[in-house]
């Protein structure tokens, strides 16, 4: 039988993917951005020149993690889930990044906390890792209520566009 936090982790990346799934079927019916050539308001755009449409996107491209947090010890909301992680995983190296089954550990030198996040198909947002950033959002704050209801909270979902 797993550890309450193996299975609390593997639920939360089945409502990750689910909520991948649902975010792609729900919003990726018709492409929501264009790609514009000499775009008015681009830098470099020179009104003599025509302005087109070069190809169509779904979603924009980017990177989507779970951060944990333990900047206000003690008592920090994340400290239980790192405590239990941290005492049934292996260190890669210098301390800094931690493996469990198919999530990794990594501590922010930059803000203090730490970046949950999985190893090969990205298990924490349930996607694919091919940069749709809506769905991957959609998918990590899934991750998240479910960390949350098992009694595992003090997590968030950050991003950033590519």
Known sequence: MPSPLIAALDA??????????????AHYTAPA???VENASG????????????VDTM?????????????RRAPG??????????KRAAKVDFSGRHWRLGAYSLSHSGY??????????????TGGTGNGALG??????????ESMTAAGYPGMRVESRID
């Open 12 to 25: 939360a990346a089945t409502a990750a993917t689910e909520a991948y799934a649902a975010h792609v079927a």
């Open 33 to 35: 951005y264009a790609v």
């Open 42 to 53: 681009d830098w470099l755009h020179d009104p003599s020149q025509p302005t087109r449409v």
């Open 58 to 70: 779904f979603d924009v491209c980017g990177f989507v993690w779970v951060d944990v947090d333990n």
């Open 76 to 85: 920090a909301p994340g400290r239980k889930f790192l405590a239990e992680f």
């Open 111 to 124: 803000d203090g906390s730490w970046h949950l996040s999985g190893i090969g198909s990205d298990s924490v």
């Open 135 to 144: 769905a991957a959002r959609a998918g990590a704050q899934a991750f998240v």
